[in-house]
């Protein structure tokens, strides 16, 4: 069975990401490389940048000897370039939960040359599943497809990360990883933004169309967590409020103390026990503004979420039959052939 073309969209490649087994990862699409864009999904994993393909001399050498350092795999399939793009980031981040089929993947093709390494995904049942889970309906268009001419439009995905120390570019159509020289997991994406950006204006002159999505940890997940540790604080400085004072300020009267003071008090080793009143209603303030945040911040990111499983259920349902369908009623009905020939004396007044 085929690999089909798939849609190079976030809430694709997330639901993707989940069904291969991986936990605790999204992707988000980038509209800017400034710094604030790139702080707003931290931590990133890595990055996805789509492109269109062209048959070009690239001199940059490649690395040779990397052993087991770096999971790198030869594209053998031309259709599964997203999905490979995908997996050289995640078989590269060490820290992440990567489910039970892609650790057997990593571990099974650990001495793998990088071709051997391609047809080990190629030949993946879960991975080609998951991926052909995503494409559209096409029943008109026969299994063997024409061959590619010149001037198609071939779109092609290549990764960025950070790999002890050295900042690589994985692309699966290269003999193997280019380094593109030093970087730290504090610092790789001040490294990569001017190389992406070179990159661009490379082609900027002859195509517009680019994307570049960053693989991300969930957001939810790291909120939640987040919701926990206020939650307990604040519940805690409530006691303590209420114990002293016998009451607790309106909502109003929280929000107005902390735009009166726009920093939580230093306390530093300070216990809440020896916390004045003064001190503990400021900090309940800011912990009750927090505990907002963090909560509309997670029913934003449920909201994304829900609207991403809406949109792919949308790409996966086969509207096919229903078209056929109508279009028989009309024909039936006499009503096809003049709304034909009224759609093409549109077609003609318009040019």
Not at 18 to 26: A, S, T
Not at 37 to 59: N, Y
Not at 337 to 344: C, H, S, V, Y
């Amino acid at each position: 069975m085929s690999w089909c073309t798939i849609e190079s969209d976030p809430g694709v490649f997330s639901e993707l990401i989940c069904e291969m087994g991986v936990k605790d990862v999204q992707v988000h699409e980038l509209y800017s490389l400034d710094q604030e864009a790139m702080e707003a999904v931290l931590p990133v994993h890595g990055l996805i940048f789509l492109f269109r393909w062209r048959q070009e001399k690239d001199d940059r050498p490649t690395v040779t000897d990397y052993n087991d350092e770096i999971f790198f795999a030869s594209q053998m399939i031309s259709n599964a370039c997203a999905t490979q793009a995908i997996l050289s980031i995640l078989l590269n981040r060490p820290s992440l939960e990567l489910g039970e089929e892609l650790t057997a993947l990593k571990a099974f093709t650990k001495d793998f040359p990088p071709d051997l390494k391609g047809l080990a995904i190629s030949n993946s049942n879960l991975l080609r599943k998951v991926h052909n889970s995503f494409a559209r309906p096409e029943p008109f268009i026969q299994e063997e497809r024409r061959a590619t001419k010149d001037d198609d439009e071939v779109y092609h995905f290549i990764s960025y990360l950070p790999v002890n120390g050295k900042l690589y570019e994985l692309d699966g159509l290269k003999a193997g990883p280019i380094c593109l020289g030093d970087a730290t997991e504090d610092d790789w994406l001040d490294v990569v933004r001017p190389l992406i950006v070179k990159r661009i204006e490379q082609y900027s002159s002859r195509e517009i169309r680019f994307n570049l999505m960053a693989v991300t940890a969930d957001r939810r997940e790291r909120l939640l967590r987040e919701q926990v540790v206020t939650e307990k604080e604040r519940n805690m400085t409530v006691g303590k409020v209420q114990a002293r004072s016998g009451k607790l300020p309106s909502h109003a009267e929280l929000e107005k103390l902390a735009q009166q003071h726009p920093e939580p008090p230093a306390m530093g080793e300070v216990a809440v026990d020896e916390r004045s009143i003064s001190e503990l209603l400021i900090a309940l303030a800011h912990l009750t503004a927090r505990a907002n945040r963090v909560n509309a911040q997670i029913a934003m990111e449920e909201q994304r979420v829900a609207q991403w499983r809406r949109e792919n259920v949308r790409r996966r349902h086969n509207y096919v039959p229903f078209l056929v369908n109508f279009l028989k009623v009309l024909a039936e009905r006499g009503e096809l052939m003049p709304l034909l020939e009224n759609a093409k004396k549109k077609q003609r007044a318009a040019r």
